[in-house]
């Protein structure tokens, strides 16, 4: 049950910052096979046996979370969202300082783990379709989403497997060290929004940022 409200406060983030606006329901397009589509040609390739690419099966991973998360961010009223995501911030803040510096070290160590090329793409892909979603003030459609998932899914492919782990063990560190009250308080918030939320799609979106963090490494 925490699991999914914490991936359901994680998606929301995204939206914190635009005036929101729900983009129009679009008809199903060969876009909405990316993921099936690449995880056949991956398939294919392995028994040719044609090499398949190191980061296969967590950009198809990255994906899925785009994939089952996005219906769930537009779908929520930005006015309830505001709120929880405001304490979420606070909760965050109140952890104990010496567990955040070991975070920010862990997390340097890991970006400089990274390939620098795919570092810099992946950073590239996340600028531009933020800042064309903040000039609209709309969410970006979900194919540009996919394709920065895509590009980070491929830097982090890249990124030493250990470091990954040291990154989640030190989140998991500033994650006891926050304030009991808050997080009461944050949890039972998060708890209310997430109720709102279709259980069989907060299982998909749970499921999927599940494999994510085993395909990285962080579990």
Do not use: H
């Amino acid at each position: 049950r925490f699991t999914t409200i914490a991936a359901t406060l994680l998606a929301l983030a995204v939206r914190e910052g635009t005036c929101y606006t729900p983009p129009p329901a679009a008809p199903k397009t060969a876009q909405s096979w990316v993921g099936p589509a690449a995880a056949s040609a991956a398939a294919a390739a392995v028994v040719a046996g044609v090499p398949t690419p190191a980061f296969a099966s967590i950009d198809s991973a990255a994906i899925k979370v785009v994939d089952t998360t996005y219906p769930i961010v537009t779908s929520l009223p930005p006015a309830e969202v505001a709120p929880v995501l405001s304490k979420a911030i606070k909760l965050g803040l109140s952890a104990d300082p010496n567990a955040l510096v070991k975070l920010i070290k862990a997390a340097d160590a890991a970006l400089l783990s990274t390939d620098p090329k795919a570092l810099v793409a992946a950073l590239k892909a996340v600028d531009n379709t933020a800042e064309a979603a903040l000039a609209k003030g709309t969410l970006p459609p979900i194919g540009e989403v996919e394709n920065v998932a895509k590009a980070a899914s491929a830097a982090l492919a890249t990124t030493d497997k250990a470091k990954v782990k040291e990154v989640t063990n030190a989140l998991i560190g500033v994650t006891g060290s926050l304030d009991k009250i808050k997080l009461a308080q944050t949890t039972v918030d998060g708890a209310k929004l997430a109720s709102k939320v279709n259980p069989k799609d907060a299982a998909a979106a749970t499921e999927a940022l599940l494999e994510l963090l085993k395909e990285a490494g962080a579990q």
